[in-house]
């Protein structure tokens, strides 16, 4: 069963980092482009930050010059370091990766999502 399981959401003041982690697992044959998206209360699921197989990335322009992408191909895992955090930033936080298998259809997968809280 695949899974992608995020972690190091949690509560920080304004100002502040967290580094959220996403580990995928399974019969997985490779992963394509990796994401991470955030839904606030009341709000659509937003594009935060993209990385492609190959390193490429862009990001939202409202976390740009703060938050980083990065992911571990070895690991089959995906970062995203967050700095200068601000309340807006509050959010829950969900990994995004298209996947491919030795059998069946690739396909797109979601993490459960982890919340994150900047206090001002």
């Known amino acids: 069963q695949v899974q992608l399981v995020e972690s190091g959401g949690g509560l920080v003041q304004a100002g502040g980092s967290l580094r959220l982690s996403c580990a995928a697992s399974g019969s997985i044959f490779s992963i394509n482009a990796m994401g991470w998206y955030r839904q606030a209360p009341g709000n659509q699921r937003e594009l935060v930050a993209a990385?492609?197989?190959?390193?490429?990335?862009n990001y939202a322009d409202s976390v740009k010059g703060r938050f980083t992408i990065s992911r571990d191909n070895a690991a089959d895992t995906l970062y995203l370091q967050m700095n200068s955090l601000k309340p807006e930033d509050t959010a829950v936080y969900y990994c995004n990766a298209g996947l491919s298998f030795l059998r069946g259809r690739p396909g797109n997968y979601w993490g459960q999502g982890t919340q994150v809280t900047v206090s001002s």
């Open positions: 990385i492609t197989s190959g390193g490429s990335t």
